[in-house]
């Protein structure tokens, strides 16, 4: 532990460098990706100087780049307090006292794991951003984590014993796996084929005459051909969705102590975080027809902070049973009621009149054009699609959507295909607002918006008495109650 902290300002370890070069090819590639693609396609052809020099200039970059990265970026870590220089023309200094960090965590990826490093991040009340990450040998990094976590839990004289919540075995795994959504695996291959062909549309010169000809070949193909091919889609999207959620849950844990939760997860990708309570804003738990079978759910937490620290702390937990699912929510609040004395759903008018400016009328603008200008007709029927699909969509949502209250708490029920809960105790709210339109003016209805730092609920449609209610009760809340969630 000694040999983490120093009197004098040094860079991180030069094993560092490797993985400091990998950040920035991965960052040339998300940004150039189509370029390296065209000159891998010409890569059988005549090779002029242009290209020649640009072999050479590009690892130069690389190397020029990572090693600016590398020699100007320099730390210092006492005690009391951690401290980082970086820039090369515009310098910068960052000096974090120790007390003052709320999250730390580490995390690990495959090529890290190479050079036996992990990246520990900070960030502190405040901070719309982790505002500092450096490098150690793994064991350092983990060292150093429980050192921080120690003083604080000194400093607040508590006990810190922790208690597993949840944890998934493989089994979990594969329920998790393959009762996910699979549609929006579906979605993110498709958009993913479409961003690909689009991208190497200019790089063939006979990319027009070679899709003509495959998609020719597919309709020609027969209905058999036609439903092989969509069903091994399917699959391909079912495959994809357990690997993901392998890759992204393998190990995971979840568990508490007196400051707040810690979750470690990943399998190329290593992650162990801490969640303090200070941090969570509301709660939330969503899960499908299906994983509501089997008791199967995805706990998140909304936390406070900027996109960044949102990001790096936003988790879906999986909660393999209705008993871990009560002890997590008993975290937020200890005793949650059974029923509620005041609900409130939304009113009949909105899926009626969603539908209609956000279905129909649309598909109405399209159907003129196009029975006008398109001489085949046959395609027409899918014209209703879309209304219909969001008549059904608003149905659910309205049918299930129950906005519910007491004294300390809100509980709001949503969902469509799925369902989703969400928890909110009145001190987290920042604002709430009432907004209406014209229509909802004539009706006497009104859209309730509550504005926390960790995000922002809606409850649409609701009588506009009530949503003056709830906005008094929400002011007087916030102005009075000052108690801290621990």
Same mark, same amino acid.
């Given at each position: 532990?000694?040999?983490?902290?120093?009197?004098?300002?040094?860079?991180?370890?030069?094993?560092?460098?490797?993985?400091?070069?990998?950040?920035?090819?991965?960052?040339?590639?998300?940004?150039?990706?189509?370029?390296?693609?065209?000159?891998?396609?010409?890569?059988?052809?005549?090779?002029?100087?242009?290209?020649?020099?640009?072999?050479?200039?590009?690892?130069?970059?690389?190397?020029?780049?990572?090693?600016?990265?590398?020699?100007?970026?320099?730390?210092?870590?006492?005690?009391?307090?951690?401290?980082?220089?970086?820039?090369?023309?515009?310098?910068?200094?960052?000096?974090?006292?120790?007390?003052?960090?709320?999250?730390?965590?580490?995390?690990?990826?495959?090529?890290?794991?190479?050079?036996?490093?992990?990246?520990?991040?900070?960030?502190?009340?405040?901070?719309?951003?982790?505002?500092?990450?450096?490098? %150690?040998? =793994?064991?350092?990094?983990?060292?150093?984590?429980?050192?921080? *976590?120690? &003083? #604080?839990? /000194?400093?607040?004289?508590? $006990?810190?014993?922790?208690?597993?919540?949840?944890?998934?075995?493989?089994?979990?795994?594969?329920?998790?796996?393959?009762?996910?959504?699979?549609?929006?695996?579906?979605?993110?291959?498709?958009?993913?084929?479409?961003?690909?062909?689009?991208?190497?549309?200019?790089?063939?010169?006979?990319?027009?005459?070679?899709?003509?000809?495959?998609?020719?070949?597919?309709?020609?193909?027969?209905?058999?051909?036609?439903?092989?091919?969509?069903?091994?889609?399917?699959?391909?999207?079912?495959?994809?969705?357990?690997?993901?959620?392998?890759?992204?849950?393998?190990?995971?844990?979840?568990?508490?102590?007196?400051?707040?939760?810690?979750?470690?997860?990943?399998?190329?990708?290593?992650?162990?975080?801490?969640?303090? %309570?200070? =941090?969570?804003?509301?709660?939330?738990?969503?899960?499908?027809? *299906?994983? &509501? #079978?089997? /008791?199967?759910?995805?706990? $998140?937490?909304?936390?406070?902070?900027?996109?960044?620290?949102?990001?790096?702390?936003?988790?879906?937990?999986?909660?393999?049973?209705?008993?871990?699912?009560?002890?997590?929510?008993?975290?937020?609040?200890?005793?949650?009621?059974?029923?509620?004395?005041?609900?409130?759903?939304?009113?009949?008018?909105?899926?009626?009149?969603?539908?209609?400016?956000?279905?129909?009328?649309?598909?109405?603008?399209?159907?003129?054009?196009?029975?006008?200008?398109?001489?085949?007709?046959?395609?027409?029927?899918?014209?209703?699609?879309?209304?219909?699909?969001?008549?059904?969509?608003?149905?659910?949502?309205?049918?299930?959507?129950?906005?519910?209250?007491?004294?300390?708490?809100?509980?709001?029920?949503?969902?469509?295909?799925?369902? =989703?809960?969400?928890?909110?105790?009145?001190?987290?709210?920042?604002?709430? &607002?009432?907004?209406?339109?014209?229509?909802?003016?004539?009706?006497?209805?009104?859209?309730?918006?509550?504005?926390?730092?960790?995000?922002?609920?809606?409850?649409?449609?609701?009588?506009?008495?009530?949503?003056?209610?709830?906005?008094?009760?929400?002011?007087?809340?916030?102005?009075?109650?000052?108690?801290?969630?621990?």
């Amino acid at each position: 532990m000694n040999n983490i902290f120093q009197t004098e300002f040094r860079r991180q370890p030069i094993s560092a460098f490797g993985h400091i070069i990998f950040k920035t090819i991965v960052q040339l590639a998300k940004n150039f990706w189509p370029f390296f693609l065209y000159i891998i396609i010409k890569a059988d052809r005549e090779k002029d100087t242009g290209e020649d020099f640009i072999y050479l200039i590009l690892p130069g970059f690389v190397l020029f780049k990572s090693l600016l990265d590398y020699f100007f970026f320099r730390f210092k870590i006492t005690e009391d307090e951690v401290q980082v220089k970086s820039g090369i023309f515009s310098r910068k200094q960052i000096t974090l006292p120790l007390h003052k960090i709320q999250t730390v965590h580490i995390n690990q990826n495959w090529v890290q794991k190479i050079f036996n490093l992990s990246e520990l991040s900070f960030d502190s009340p405040g901070s719309t951003k982790e505002e500092i990450k450096i490098q %150690f040998p =793994k064991t350092d990094a983990e060292a150093l984590m429980e050192f921080i *976590l120690q &003083k #604080k839990k /000194s400093e607040e004289d508590v $006990e810190n014993n922790d208690e597993i919540i949840s944890e998934l075995n493989f089994k979990d795994l594969l329920k998790l796996g393959f009762t996910a959504n699979h549609f929006e695996t579906l979605l993110i291959l498709i958009g993913l084929t479409f961003s690909f062909l689009n991208n190497i549309k200019g790089l063939m010169e006979d990319y027009e005459s070679l899709m003509e000809d495959s998609t020719n070949k597919f309709v020609e193909s027969g209905v058999f051909l036609i439903s092989m091919g969509l069903i091994a889609v399917l699959i391909i999207s079912i495959l994809v969705s357990l690997i993901r959620t392998i890759i992204a849950f393998l190990n995971f844990q979840i568990a508490k102590n007196t400051q707040g939760f810690t979750i470690n997860k990943g399998l190329i990708n290593n992650s162990q975080k801490v969640l303090p %309570f200070k =941090k969570i804003q509301f709660v939330s738990w969503k899960t499908n027809w *299906l994983r &509501k #079978k089997i /008791s199967m759910y995805l706990f $998140e937490f909304h936390t406070i902070g900027g996109v960044e620290v949102k990001n790096n702390l936003k988790i879906n937990a999986p909660i393999t049973s209705e008993t871990a699912l009560n002890r997590l929510a008993s975290t937020y609040y200890t005793h949650l009621p059974i029923k509620f004395e005041n609900n409130l759903r939304i009113d009949k008018s909105y899926w009626i009149r969603k539908t209609l400016i956000n279905g129909v009328l649309p598909s109405l603008i399209l159907l003129f054009p196009l029975l006008y200008f398109v001489e085949e007709k046959h395609f027409l029927f899918l014209v209703p699609a879309l209304p219909l699909y969001l008549l059904l969509n608003y149905g659910l949502y309205r049918k299930k959507f129950l906005f519910s209250w007491t004294d300390e708490l809100i509980h709001i029920h949503t969902g469509v295909f799925g369902e =989703k809960t969400s928890l909110l105790r009145w001190e987290k709210i920042q604002s709430v &607002k009432i907004r209406q339109n014209l229509f909802q003016q004539s009706k006497t209805l009104a859209d309730l918006v509550i504005h926390t730092a960790g995000g922002t609920i809606i409850a649409p449609y609701i009588p506009l008495e009530a949503a003056r209610e709830l906005q008094n009760i929400a002011l007087y809340k916030v102005e009075t109650n000052r108690t801290n969630w621990h």
